[in-house]
Structure formats: C-alpha cells, structure tokens
C-alpha cells in the first residue's frame, strides 16, 4: 500500500508557542489529504480536509486560524498549531489516498504526531 | 447525519477463542465501510472494507467483516484470537475512501 509519513512523532512545546507537523505520501501523488485529531481514550474526529493549491476545509467547531493548513504540493501538507494551549495537547493524524485520479478504494494513515503543550 | 456505533468500549477475550466486534451505522446512501486496528501510540491500520458486492469481506491478519443492509451493522469477526491482535479497533463509515468518521473504539484486551 501506499507510504504515508508524518513528522514528527511525538513533540512537547511551551504554551504560546506554534508546532507545524508535517504529513508525505512517499511515493504518489495526493490532491487531497485528510488531519484527525485523537484525545487520549476517544476516537479520531476529522479536523479539516486539505487540497492542494486551495483552502483547506474545516471541519465544525474547528478553528481554521489556530490549525493552519498548507498543502503546497501534491506529496506535503502541513497542520501547524498556533498558540498552542494545554488542551491542543493530543495525537494529530493524517491520512489521504492512494494517488490522485480514479481509484482509490482505502485511505492510508500517518503514524501520527503525539503533540504535549506544557 | 451519519454516525458509527461501537456498542462495546472494552472487550476481554481469551487467546484461541473467537473475536466479535459490532458495528451499527446510520447513513443517508450505502456507505464505504472500514476496520481499523490501532496499537498504541500508533496510527490505524486497514484490517479490510466494504464498497459493494460480497457481503461477507475478507481481511488481513485473519479478520473477517459482514455488511447487513437490514441491520445497519458491519461486525468484525475472528475465529481465533492471538495475543498480538490485543488492540484498539475502529469501524469507519464515509461516502468514499478518504473523509471518515469513526466509531468510539472498542479496546480488546487477550488474556493467556
């Protein structure tokens, strides 16, 4: 199946502070990918949906100006977390298909981001 | 609105024995369905999925999946456990592969 990447695995940073996690397919081509945040003991809830080239699309709920999402090209999107506070403190996973054009019939999952705002 | 029951938080199973999973979902059009499996500190892997066709799907590692339209369910099933496939499980539903939304989880814990 197709390689999903994400960096970095697990990251502690200070209140206030921004953390840009980075999602790679590595070895094809994604017009869309998809971030999911996870709190501790719960299930994944969709974040937001990222294009390439465009605005990404928020899910409800979620603040598009504290969660910001790049995706740039078609191999990297990024979730960067703004003044980020203790309750952002949660495991951040991506995921997207397996290339662009017809096809796809499952989505493959980073290994996700454990991220700690101390 | 779609959503994704998984009735049962926690199960504990004895190693050898058979392994049942529910799932019940609620969608407006026949849905995409998946399993995943999660170990800890991980990301999900696809243990099989749904689309069309045979409602009886096989998957990876042993597991098997039944789609019944009449029931709304799609419940993960194994004959015999082994102590690896201690884990969290996950049934997702969605209009295709990619915008998912996930049950809560099951934890299944395999005692010797």
């Known amino acids: 199946g197709a390689v999903v990447s994400q960096h970095p695995s697990w990251v502690i940073c200070k209140s206030g502070t921004s953390v840009k996690i980075e999602c790679r397919s590595l070895?094809?081509?994604?017009?869309?990918m998809f971030w999911y945040r996870q709190f501790p003991k719960q299930s994944l809830m969709l974040m937001a949906t990222?294009?390439?080239?465009?605005?990404?699309?928020?899910e409800q709920g979620v603040e598009k100006d504290k969660f910001l999402i790049n995706h740039a090209s078609l191999t990297l999107s990024t979730l960067t977390v703004t003044s980020a506070h203790p309750e952002d403190s949660s495991f951040y996973i991506c995921?997207?298909?397996?290339?662009?054009?017809?096809?796809?019939?499952?989505?493959?999952f980073g290994q996700g981001t454990r991220l700690t705002v101390v | 609105a779609q959503s994704v029951t998984q009735p049962d938080i926690h199960i504990t199973v004895s190693e050898g024995a058979s392994l049942e999973l529910r799932c019940n979902y609620s969608?407006?059009?026949?849905?995409?369905l998946f399993w995943y499996v999660q170990s800890p500190g991980q990301g999900l892997q696809l243990l099989l999925k749904y689309f069309s066709g045979d409602t009886l799907v096989q998957g990876i590692k042993g597991f098997e999946a039944e789609f019944k339209r009449s029931q709304s369910s799609f419940n993960l099933r194994k004959p015999s456990v082994h102590w690896s496939d201690a884990a969290e499980y996950f049934c997702?539903?969605?209009?295709?592969?990619?915008?998912?939304?996930f049950g809560a989880g099951t934890q299944v814990v395999v005692t010797p």
């Open positions: 997702a539903v969605g209009a295709s592969w990619g915008k998912l939304q």
């Open positions: 969608y407006g059009a026949t849905p995409y």
């Open positions: 995921s997207t298909g397996g290339g662009t054009g017809q096809g796809n019939t499952e989505a493959f």
């Open positions: 070895d094809f081509q994604a017009t869309t």
């Open positions: 990222s294009n390439e080239g465009s605005k990404a699309t928020y």
